[in-house]
Every structure is written in structure tokens, then in C-alpha cells.
T-cell receptor
Framework: DQQVKQNSPSLSVQEGRISILNCDYT??????FLWYKKYPAEGPTFLIS?????DKNEDGRFTVFLNKSAKHLSLHIVPSQPGDSAVYFC??????????FGQGTRLTINP | DAGITQSPRHKVTETGTPVTLRCHQT?????MYWYRQDPGHGLRLIHY???????DKGEVSDGYSVSRSKTEDFLLTLESATSSQTSVYFC??????????????FGPGTRLTVL
């Protein structure tokens, strides 16, 4: 049973435009959410996070939005750059602080 | 970058053979984790350790065992590899179990193929 779902396996965006990656979760007990970025042949690296007491967190070009009533979070990247091409995983804090990851979305930024 | 290495980086083995993957860290972090990454599943926790000789099961622990005899090393063993264990394996470390304050840092991964 997938508790964290990223329903778009891939996304293609023009350079300079906004990239929006989506994530849904099913467990209302999740109270902390993270996004990781992964390049080929490398491990995931932490990108940005948000607590359930907030609805928005911003870090430079990256903003994460949380809609608790819809159990939905999204990552906005503005403006998108070629170096943003990667696989993005959302993750939620589950029981006993363990992370539960989504399936990942492959983002491709086209020049 | 956090000092995490994984060995081997690539391995091809046959069904039924034992396999051990090694994770080595130079950060002196207390917590270490083993994940596997599969298409359609993202990353799933196999086992984790909260100190030397202290380990616990994750979401997909069947068929795997772990050992941690030193702070810096966390071993993942497949006693008898099966084709369903073909995957990319990632080790991660963190200072504490609190994801709010302590990020998990990931190693570069080991690609394992079981024929």
C-alpha cells in the first residue's frame, strides 16, 4: 500500500518556465514532508522540507506548498534550469520518524 | 558532501549465492540505513541501525540481514540472493532519528543484479 504517491512518472518543462511536481499522501498522521533530488549514478540529496504547521516554505527558486485537507504537496521550481533535470522524490515522516518515499518523478528541462 | 562510501558499486551474482554490501561513513553519525530503489516503488527502508550492534527492521526486511560492529560500517547481507533482490541499494546516515533537525545523507548506491 503506497502511502506516498507521485502520480506523474515524468515531466518535461521548457527552460525558464515553472516546474510543478506533485505528491499525495494517505496518512493524516504524517507531520513532516521533504523533497529529495537525485541525479543518475548518485544518491538522493535533500532539497527542501515543510512542517505540517505551515502551508508554504521557500528556498531560493524552490517552494513547497502543503494542502493538509487535500493531503497534497507540491514543489515549484521557478525559473527552471537545465541543472534541475533529475528525479525528484517526495517523502513523509511516518511512524517512529521513518521516512516513507514516493515513487519519484523524472523532471527534464528542455533548452 | 557527507563522507559515505558504498562497496561494491556494481555487482552481478547468481541466484542462491550470498552477497554482502558495505557502507562506510566518516561522519561519526549514530544512525545508518539501508534502502532499496525500484521502479514504481521509490526508496524503501530495509533495515536501520541506531548504534553499534543495535539494528531494527524496516519496511522490506525479508531476505536481508544487517550487522554493525563499528560506528563507521554497516553491512547488508543477502544470505541467498534471489532475482527479486535485483535493485539499487542506498545507504544513508543521520546524526539523530529526528528528520526535522537531521537530514539523512545518502551514499552513491550499489547496483546489484541477480541472475
Amino acid at each position: 500500500d503506497q502511502q506516498v504517491k507521485q502520480n506523474s512518472p515524468s515531466l518535461s518543462v521548457q527552460e525558464g518556465r515553472i516546474s510543478i511536481l506533485n505528491c499525495d499522501y494517505t496518512n493524516s498522521m504524517f507531520d513532516y514532508f521533504l523533497w529529495y533530488k537525485k541525479y543518475p549514478a548518485e544518491g538522493p540529496t535533500f532539497l527542501i522540507s515543510i512542517s505540517s504547521i505551515k502551508d508554504k516554505n521557500e528556498d531560493g527558486r524552490f517552494t513547497v506548498f502543503l494542502n493538509k485537507s487535500a493531503k497534497h504537496l507540491s514543489l515549484h521550481i521557478v525559473p527552471s534550469q537545465p541543472g534541475d533535470s533529475a528525479v525528484y522524490f517526495c517523502a513523509s515522516r511516518g511512524g517512529a520518524q521513518k521516512l516513507v518515499f514516493g515513487q519519484g518523478t523524472r523532471l527534464t528541462i528542455n533548452p | 558532501d557527507a563522507g559515505i562510501t558504498q562497496s561494491p558499486r556494481h555487482k552481478v551474482t547468481e541466484t542462491g549465492t550470498p552477497v554482502t554490501l558495505r557502507c562506510h561513513q566518516t561522519e561519526n553519525h549514530r544512525y545508518m540505513y539501508w534502502y532499496r530503489q525500484d521502479p514504481g516503488h521509490g526508496l524503501r527502508l530495509i533495515h536501520y541501525s541506531y548504534g553499534v550492534k543495535d539494528t531494527d527492521k524496516g519496511e522490506v526486511s525479508d531476505g536481508y540481514s544487517v550487522s554493525r560492529s563499528k560506528t563507521e560500517d554497516f553491512l547488508l547481507t543477502l544470505e541467498s540472493a534471489t532475482s527479486s533482490q535485483t535493485s539499487v541499494y542506498f545507504c544513508a546516515i543521520s546524526e539523530s532519528f529526528n528528520v526535522r533537525t537531521d537530514t539523512q545523507y545518502f551514499g552513491p548506491g550499489t547496483r546489484l543484479t541477480v541472475l
